[in-house]
């Protein structure tokens, strides 16, 4: 679990993006991650990050914001694939994540990252770098350059409007 944590440190350094880290009691749910925001002062939107099992026997990322629903029925006209919330088996085995804090980039180049665009009307990100007691607070204007650079495919969502 540790090198996921390793790799997106590592992306943060490369892309020389100012972030905070802070280490605090486990965060498993949005109420534990509640407390640790109030204690911590935090600001920003809280990432939610939701590893995905499609029928085409592949893994994806969508990336979006606490509070967004997960529309499965706009993913699969998106993709063209039936997309499922993936085990926690491979959360831990595919992507090397606690479940419950899957980590939004420095995950295996093979896993399909889709991103809500939503993230960008916020200013500071909250996001699990993989483990349970790590939270990196940074602007999503700067993690941009990361989502864009990502070696993995990419497709950003569309808004319904």
Same mark, same amino acid.
């Given at each position: 679990?540790?090198?996921? /944590? ?8 490369? /892309?020389?993006?100012? !972030? ?9 749910? !949005?109420?534990?991650?509640?407390? +640790?925001? %109030? ?5 920003? *939107?809280?990432?939610? &990050? ?8 592949? !893994? /994806?990322? /969508?990336?979006? =914001? ?14 063209? #694939? ?5 085990? +926690? +088996?491979? #959360?831990? &085995? #595919?992507?090397?994540? =606690?479940?419950?804090? #899957? ?9 399909? =990252? ?5 993230? @960008?009307?916020?200013?500071? !990100?909250? @996001?699990?770098?993989? *483990? ?14 990361? @989502? +864009? ?8 969502? %569309?808004?319904?409007?």
């Amino acid at each position: 679990m540790n090198s996921i /944590y390793q790799n997106i440190i590592s992306l943060l350094q490369k /892309y020389q993006i100012p !972030y905070k880290e802070f280490d605090h009691d486990p965060i498993l749910n !949005y109420e534990d991650a509640e407390r +640790e925001k %109030q204690r911590f002062s935090w600001t920003g *939107v809280e990432s939610k &990050n939701v590893f995905l099992s499609g029928s085409d026997w592949k !893994y /994806y990322l /969508y990336i979006t =914001v606490e509070g967004q629903k997960v529309d499965f029925k706009k993913l699969k006209e998106l993709l063209g #694939v039936k997309l499922s919330i993936a085990t +926690e +088996e491979d #959360v831990r &085995n #595919v992507i090397h994540c =606690v479940p419950g804090c #899957v980590a939004p980039f420095g995950i295996d180049q093979s896993i399909i =990252v889709i991103i809500d665009p939503t993230i @960008f009307q916020y200013s500071d !990100y909250l @996001f699990s770098p993989g *483990v349970t007691t790590k939270t990196i607070q940074a602007n999503i204007k700067d993690l941009k350059i990361i @989502f +864009e650079n990502l070696p993995n495919k990419t497709i950003l969502k %569309q808004n319904p409007n």
